[in-house]
């Protein structure tokens, strides 16, 4: 699953403002519900999120961060029960006056509630979630 946007920003800024991660739940919209972050403010490094699916599904995902090259990428990881894990990537390319932003995510192993919903329609919310999380973050340098 991936998207991209234009982002009016530099690449520092973006990075900036994602790697605080308490900023991440100002662009995800009612779907994503952060329960709790990790760490101490300002750094936080993971935390639990409560996502949305299909047909009224929701699962709970551990999350953490386990790569940041500043300022062009931050890499993490999505854990939901024992079975299903995720990568998840942030690329930041500049561009003359903005930057292509690209959110990505790879499902690694799918437990059988997981690959079920993913089949139902998750797959699809996802990549309108990611859609949606892009245009709020230029949204957000844009004003």
Do not use: Q
Request: proline letters at 4%; one cysteine or more.
């Amino acid at each position: 699953m991936t998207a991209e946007a234009a982002v009016a920003a530099s690449a520092e800024e973006i990075f900036a403002f994602l790697a605080d991660l308490e900023n991440h739940w100002l662009l995800t919209g009612p779907l994503v519900r952060v329960l709790h972050l990790s760490g101490p403010a300002g750094g936080r490094d993971g935390g639990m999120v409560r996502i949305g699916g299909p047909l009224g599904f929701g699962r709970t995902a551990r999350t953490k961060v386990v790569e940041a090259h500043r300022p062009e990428s931050m890499a993490g990881r999505a854990e939901i029960g024992a079975r299903t894990s995720a990568a998840i990537r942030w690329t930041i390319s500049p561009h003359t006056e903005s930057c292509r932003v690209r959110l990505e995510a790879s499902v690694e192993r799918a437990g059988p509630l997981d690959r079920l919903i993913l089949a139902l329609g998750g797959r699809r919310l996802m990549r309108r979630l990611f859609s949606r999380t892009l245009r709020e973050l230029a949204r957000h340098f844009a004003g």
